[in-house]
């Protein structure tokens, strides 16, 4: 007689829906919180986000009004691709619908009500949805000056904005259709047409038909889920829509290790893992549970990323095109939903604590982030149903990105921490930086990435992205041999990169030779990044050699300007000893005009040169940097 039979756990994403899973999809059932009517279902809201979320509907809807999307602002992208006029305001307009619906949630006031349904009518009279950096005809490519009439691309903002009309529909369309009988038709409406449609009839670059996709596929598709879990009354398109997604979600998968780690960054994870998260939690919602693909792999690894890149409370490594500061888009609530999702109880933990550290956001991109931000402002005792510890490793090494990180204590932001990357020059939001390494001390930055400026049309043409000087290998801290910087492209590499913690030290070497072209002459360019525990101290060892004598140039990025030492230099708290008999030292002050690298960094950062003194066929450098003496 035959024991009880074991399921085996799904390996994909399609694998996952089962016919049981199939059998339970529920059509036009899905609600992310009670209806605006039940008013025993919105009366445990906290009072101080009650309060935040008064002050920030009020601030929305001042932007809202003084800057309505308008005909110049689109014109502005095609004109001198500058796409923040009509982002900004298209911003305004969601920021205000998302605030005011739950405001209305919040005290079902007739005024809240009103401005609903005007703010809902305004953005289903909007042109189009997507943003006109993202218009391009999936058919042909081509870009037109302005969209064309009755046709939107599925593009990031295009499902946002339906993902919100959707969950706002969900939950305060009964109260929306009781003042504007037929609204709620004009925003199905537009929801099948400018999203629904689209997502059943066009292929686009996102699905990763060609190779794996970036952010834009979980991010777009759990949007797509969302609107037609509240608009198809269809069953079978809803599970062809089910399946589509899941085809290209699994195609998203494909594209990670088998260790999580998330090649587009910290500040990407938030729109790559955790709309991942949100998708699949929202297939589980839909068929009562009977959808579960936490299990399939790499999806339980992925919700350790943040923790690892997190640097201090309100800092992070900031690879790719990250910044340095916790991210507007980072969401605590969601990475505790997630953790516990998938058993995590580290990253629980940790969320739970940095959620103890930042209140709930009612800013930045809400929109987009509407989901999230409702689902906390709806749990507001969350940070303390458990353990609250920070949860940042002593050292982790990333196989898949090629990241290693360390610090001289697990959990602490007290003292040295180091990250350094091997990896190429190909990653999604790439920069080119094989070999880079960020430092801080106590949390205060020594070497930077200075990251990415505001996007631009620029930022995203491959003949002008490697212009931008935070983009090249040049302002970043890694070898310039004989002047020569890394070129863009996958080969372009650290080979033979190895990672050891041993305990007393952490230590991640390379050979850089790679990631340059054959014109800067390397035979070799090894590098080794070290954090010395017992000696607190990180040391970044270089040892070259030439095919010819030529000169070696060491760049360091600091946020803080350096000083003469007679050891080397001093940056904030810090002394970074330098060999001075073997290079002389340059320092530059760059002056920051961009809105978002003036957010991280103040005014100015600096970028100094390790310039060898005498051509020659090989050399060495060790750069220590410790606590400078005096400084508790």
């Not at 809240?112 to 703010?119: E, F, H, K, M, S």
């Not at 009354?233 to 594209?255: C, H, K, M, N, Q």
């Not at 033979?496 to 340059?516: H, N």
Request: net charge negative.
């Amino acid at each position: 007689m035959s024991g009880p039979r074991v399921e085996t756990p799904a390996l994909s994403f399609a694998e996952a829906f089962t016919p049981k899973a199939r059998a339970a999809l529920r059509v036009r059932s899905w609600r992310p919180a009670p209806p605006v009517a039940d008013r025993d279902g919105w009366a445990h809201l906290a009072g101080r986000d009650r309060a935040a979320l008064a002050s920030a509907a009020a601030d929305w809807r001042e932007r809202a009004a003084h800057h309505p999307p308008r005909l110049r602002d689109w014109a502005a992208y095609s004109r001198d691709g500058d796409r923040m006029p009509h982002q900004d305001s298209e911003h305004a307009l969601l920021g205000h619908t998302a605030t005011t619906a739950l405001l209305l949630a919040a005290d079902n006031r007739a005024e809240d009500a009103v401005a609903l349904g005007d703010a809902v009518w305004r953005l289903c009279e909007l042109s189009a949805w997507c943003l006109p950096s993202h218009y391009a005809l999936p058919e042909s490519g081509e870009r037109p000056f302005l969209p064309e009439p009755g046709r939107d691309i599925l593009d990031l903002a295009d499902a946002a904005t339906g993902a919100l009309l959707a969950a706002v529909d969900a939950f305060a369309g009964d109260r929306l259709e009781e003042l504007f009988p037929g609204l709620r038709r004009r925003v199905h409406h537009e929801i099948r047409r400018r999203v629904l449609d689209p997502w059943e009839r066009e292929t686009y670059f996102w699905h990763g038909l060609d190779g794996p996709p970036n952010n834009w596929a979980p991010w777009i598709v759990s949007n797509v889920l969302v609107c037609a879990a509240v608009v198809e009354p269809d069953r079978a398109r809803l599970e062809a829509t089910v399946d589509r997604a899941l085809a290209i979600l699994d195609r998203f998968r494909a594209g990670y290790d088998a260790d999580g780690s998330c090649d587009e960054g910290a500040t990407y994870w938030w729109w790559a893992g955790a709309t991942l998260f949100e998708a699949l939690d929202l297939l589980g919602e839909i068929t009562d549970g009977a959808f579960d693909a936490f299990a399939v792999p790499p999806v339980a690894a992925m919700v350790r990323f943040p923790v690892d890149m997190q640097i201090g409370p309100d800092s992070q490594v900031n690879y790719s095109d990250g910044t340095p500061v916790l991210p507007e888009n980072a969401n605590w609530h969601l990475l505790a939903r997630f953790a516990e999702r998938v058993g995590d109880t580290t990253a629980a933990a940790h969320a739970r604590w940095m959620g103890s550290l930042h209140p709930l956001r009612f800013d930045g991109q809400l929109g987009p982030l509407f989901r999230r931000t409702l689902a906390e402002l709806r749990d507001p005792d969350w940070t303390v149903r458990g353990d609250a510890t920070p949860g940042m490793p002593a050292s982790r090494f990333l196989p898949g990105t090629e990241i290693a990180v360390a610090r001289e204590q697990a959990g602490v932001t007290r003292g040295l921490f180091v990250a350094a990357k091997g990896g190429h020059n190909d990653v999604s939001h790439n920069h080119n930086d094989a070999g880079g390494v960020i430092v801080s001390l106590d949390g205060d930055p020594v070497l930077i990435d200075a990251g990415v400026g505001v996007y631009r049309r620029d930022t995203f043409q491959p003949h002008t992205r490697y212009t931008i000087w935070t983009m090249r290998s040049a302002w970043h801290n890694v070898p310039l041999p004989d002047g020569v910087e890394q070129p863009h492209g996958k080969e372009f590499r650290a080979t033979d990169v190895a990672f050891e913690d041993t305990g007393s030290t952490a230590r991640l070497r390379m050979d850089l030779a790679a990631a340059y072209p054959s014109t800067a002459g390397l035979a070799r360019c090894e590098r080794a990044v070290e954090l010395d525990r017992a000696q607190r101290t990180v040391l970044v060892h270089d040892d070259w050699a030439f095919d010819a004598p030529r000169t070696m140039t060491l760049v360091l990025m600091t946020a803080h300007r350096p000083v003469a030492d007679p050891d080397g230099l001093r940056v904030g708290g810090a002394l970074l000893h330098c060999d001075t008999d073997a290079f002389e030292i340059r320092t530059e002050t760059i002056a920051l005009d961009d809105d978002r690298l003036r957010g991280a960094w103040g005014d100015t950062v600096h970028r100094t040169l390790l310039v060898q003194r005498e051509p020659a066929a090989h050399g060495r450098h060790t750069l220590r940097i410790r606590r400078a003496d005096g400084d508790a």
